[in-house]
């Protein structure tokens, strides 16, 4: 990618509701996205690598665990920098977000909220510095939106359980450290455990070909009877409502990042269309093209003010599930719709890699669909406003 000329739209005034510690988290996110991710982004994604030596950075800019207390190596900050830091690191690249995603609300939180004490001391500080990475596994071959139907498995075999199954669509499996993985305990009880690499009949096999998040490395994770300690079992939660409990503060993270995906592409948009010159003047000078870059800047400052209430409603633990998922599919929308609009504005030069905007429709492909698709997060509020469930 050409050099990252990023200004961020603010058109409401909005960094006013931000205190000075949130503008300090969001800043140095920014400038480590302009510095360390914007120059080596596109080749990464072109390639389809995980661009490894980036682990360290994400760790020192608190993307790992942000709100995580610092005892266990957190950051200890609030769900607004959380969500600005995600904002930030999304608009860099949304795989890179989803590994500080994954790392963060699916596999640090659970072991903070689930586990015990002993796994909170010997994961999180490890988790946070980066020097271990995970990853979460809940979807299965067969079990996508339906992830209670899982048939992945433990049996309780005394000293040990015996963990069969796989699951699929796994970011991070490839490389991954430990893994949160979700099965079913002789009784039907959906229980989570600590899977560690190197245990016997463990395998992680890469997932090629993808057109979308080429930046995140994605896998299978595969059981063949697999002997798990039972310190490794999380044993203060259990049942679907545990995994759906990490995917709230996963879903929450996406709102934010969106935003920074849309903004990217809106701001690669307007520039270009201020200095792109056809019939004698600007693009920027037509209608048409007028009508698109609005468009954007309003739906972006919706977005922006919708998830900033979002945020002070998780600072004071007052957000629902469902108003989560309202954010998710309301910014991921929007998103993916701005990416595709803006992409038209840049005409031929819009789907090459010099600038970034291709790069975040594919992504935002996959966004819509992960953390629950955009069908199902219409279901959810489907349900919350009427009472009754649509999804079976
Ligand atoms: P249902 O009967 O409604 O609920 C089962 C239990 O769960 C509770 N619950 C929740 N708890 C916490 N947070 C939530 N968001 C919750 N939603 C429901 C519920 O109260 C109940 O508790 P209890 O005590 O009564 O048992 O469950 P259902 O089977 O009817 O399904 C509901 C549905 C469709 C909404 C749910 O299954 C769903 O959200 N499906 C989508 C699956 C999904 O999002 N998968 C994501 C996999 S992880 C991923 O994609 C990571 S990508 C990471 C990256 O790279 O960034
Ligand atoms: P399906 O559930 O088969 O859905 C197919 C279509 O049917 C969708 O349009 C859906 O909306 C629709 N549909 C399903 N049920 C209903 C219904 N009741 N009513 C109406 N329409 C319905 N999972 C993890 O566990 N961990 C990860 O780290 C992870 N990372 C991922 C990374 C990537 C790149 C991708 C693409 C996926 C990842 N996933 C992960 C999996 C992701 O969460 C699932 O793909 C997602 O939940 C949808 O499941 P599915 O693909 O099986 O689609």
Known sequence: ????????????????????????????????VKREVSPIIE???????????IINGLAEIGAFGPYIPEQYGGAGLDQMSYGLIMQEIERGDSGVRSTASVQSSLVMYPIY????????????????????????????????????????????????????????????????????VWAKN??????????????EGFTTPETHNKWSLRASAT????????????????????????????????????????????????DTALRYAKERVQFDKPIAGYQLQQKKLAEMVTEITKAQLLTWRLGALRNEEK????QISMAKRNNVDMALKIAREARQVLGAMGITGEYSIMRHMMNLESVITYEG????????????????????
């Open 373 to 392: 698709t955009h069908d199902i997060h219409l279901l959810i509020t489907g349900f919350d406003i009427t009472g009754i469930p649509a999804f079976k």
């Open 1 to 32: 990618m050409s050099q990252d000329l990023f200004q961020a739209p603010d058109y409401y005034n909005l960094d006013d509701l931000l205190t000075e510690e949130h503008l300090l988290v969001r800043d140095a996110a920014r400038e480590w």
């Open 113 to 180: 909220k689930y586990g015990s004490e002993e796994q909170r001391k010997k994961y999180l500080p490890k988790l946070a510095s980066g020097e271990f990475m995970g990853c979460f596994g809940l979807t299965e071959p067969d079990y996508g939106s339906n992830p209670g139907g899982m048939v992945t498995n433990i049996k309780d075999k005394g000293d040990y359980f015996l963990l069969n199954g796989a699951k699929m669509w796994i970011s991070n499996a490839p490389f991954a450290d430990i893994a949160v």
């Open 219 to 266: 896998g299978e994770l595969i059981f063949d009877n697999v002997k798990i300690p039972k310190e490794n079992i999380l044993p203060n939660k259990d049942g679907l409502g545990a995994p759906l409990g990490c995917l709230d503060s996963a879903r929450y993270g996406i709102a934010w990042g969106a935003i920074g995906a849309a903004m990217d592409c809106y």
């Open 43 to 53: 080749n990464a994604a072109q390639k389809a690598e995980f661009p490894k030596q």
């Open 186 to 199: 002789e009784e039907g009880r959906i229980k989570g455990l600590i899977v560690e690499r190197g245990m």
């Open 319 to 322: 957000a629902t599930s469902a």
